[in-house]
Structure formats: structure tokens, C-alpha cells
């Protein structure tokens, strides 16, 4: 199946300080990618869309402000937390659907942690 | 608007038993169906889908599920269940192959040796 790699797989920063996590289709283009969120004991919610060469879409309730999303091209979208704060601590999973499958391929999600 | 629903947080079974994983689902028209499996700090691993076609859908690692149109129900199986198999299990909708999925939220399987 279709391979999208997530970086990195976890990471502690500081509160006030921002976070890039990154999604990569690695052998397929994506004209789409899907943000998710999951926290702890919890299923995963929706975030956003992100959209190559347009805006991306947030799902209601989401800071757009905060939660920075770029699809500068057909294999990478990135998400960028902003001014971290511990309750931004979550599990954050990054999804794409390739062409001809009807199935989305997930990353391997990124644990942030803000201290 | 879709949803999904697993009425368990948690099932447990003994190894070599049969294992059942319950979901049901609301969307309107045709619904796209899917299981997925977490393991722990880790994203999901598909393993199996409904789109149309046979009810019954087999899947990766021996898992099958059965597509219930009556019943709105897409429930997860497998016939001799393995300690490896603990892990968390989310059946997820969309209404068509590229739009965000809707999951439901969660079940834990714990497999006892």
C-alpha cells in the first residue's frame, strides 16, 4: 500500500514555543491530507483539511491561528502548533488518500508534549 | 452527518477464542466503512474496508467483518483470537474514498494468554 511518513514521532518543547510536524506521501501524490488529533483514551477528531496550493480547511472549534497548516506540494504537508501550550499536549496524526485506493494512509502520528 | 458507534471501551478474550468487536454507523447514502488497529505511540494500520460487494470482507492478520445494511452494523471478527492481537480497534466512515474519516471511539482488545 501507499507509505505516508510523519515526522518526528514525538517531540517535548517548551510552552510559548512552536512545533512543526511534518507528513510526507512517500510514493504517491496528495492533493489532500487530513489532520487529526487524538487525545489520551480518546478517538481521533478531525482538524483540518489541508489543501495543495490553496488554503486548508479547519473543522469548527480549531484555532487556525495556532494550528498553522502548509501543503507546499503534492507529497508534503506540514502542521505547525504556535505557541505551544501544555494543553496542546496530544497525539497528532496526519492522513492521505491516494488515487485509485478508497482507504487513507496514516502516518505514524507525533506525540508532543509541551512542558 | 456521519457517525459511528462501539458500544465497548473494552473486550476481552481469552487466546484461541473467537473475538468480536462491535460497530454500527449513520450516513447517509452508500456508506465506505473501515477497521483500523493502533498499537500503542503508533498510527493506525488499515485492515479491512466495505465499499460494496460481498458482506463479508476479509481482511489483514485473519480479522473479517460483516457488512449489515439492515442493521447499520459493520462488526469486526476473527475466529481464534492471538495475544498480539491486543491492541485498539476504531471502525471508521466516509461517505466517499477521499473525504475525512469519521471514527468512532475506540475499542481496547485485550487478548489473555
Known amino acids: 500500500g501507499a507509505v505516508v511518513s510523519q515526522h518526528p514521532s514525538w517531540v517535548i518543547c517548551k510552552s510559548g514555543t512552536s512545533v512543526k510536524i511534518e507528513c510526507r506521501s512517500l510514493?504517491?501524490?496528495?492533493?489532500?491530507m487530513f489532520w487529526y488529533r487524538q487525545f489520551p483514551k480518546q478517538s481521533l477528531m478531525l482538524m483540518a483539511t489541508?489543501?495543495?496550493?490553496?488554503?486548508?480547511?479547519?473543522e469548527q472549534g480549531v484555532e487556525k491561528d495556532k494550528f498553522l497548516i502548509n501543503h507546499a506540494s503534492l507529497t508534503l504537508s506540514t502542521l505547525t502548533v504556535t505557541s505551544a501550550h501544555p494543553e496542546d499536549s496530544s497525539f497528532y496524526i496526519c492522513?492521505?488518500?491516494?488515487?485509485?485506493?478508497?482507504?487513507?494512509?496514516f502516518g505514524q502520528g507525533t506525540r508532543l508534549t509541551v512542558v | 452527518a456521519q457517525s459511528v458507534a462501539q458500544p465497548e471501551d473494552q473486550v476481552n478474550v481469552a487466546e484461541g477464542n473467537p473475538l468480536t468487536v462491535k460497530c454500527t454507523y449513520s450516513?447517509?447514502?452508500?456508506?465506505?466503512l473501515f477497521w483500523y488497529v493502533q498499537y500503542p505511540n503508533r498510527g493506525l494500520q488499515f485492515l479491512l474496508k466495505?465499499?460494496?460487494?460481498?458482506?463479508l470482507v476479509k481482511g489483514s492478520y485473519g480479522f473479517e467483518a460483516e457488512f449489515n445494511k439492515s442493521q447499520t452494523s459493520f462488526h469486526l471478527k476473527k475466529p481464534s483470537a492471538l495475544v498480539s492481537d491486543s491492541a485498539l480497534y476504531f471502525c471508521?466512515?466516509?461517505?466517499?474514498?477521499?473525504?475525512?474519516?469519521?471514527f468512532g471511539k475506540g475499542t481496547r482488545l485485550s487478548v489473555i494468554a
Open positions: 471508521a466512515v466516509s461517505p466517499s474514498g477521499n473525504t475525512p474519516l469519521v
Open positions: 492522513s492521505a488518500p491516494a488515487r485509485g485506493n478508497t482507504e487513507a494512509f
Open positions: 489541508s489543501n495543495e496550493g490553496s488554503k486548508a480547511t479547519y
Open positions: 510514493d504517491f501524490q496528495a492533493t489532500t
Open positions: 466495505y465499499i460494496t460487494g460481498d458482506n
Open positions: 450516513v447517509s447514502g452508500n456508506p465506505y
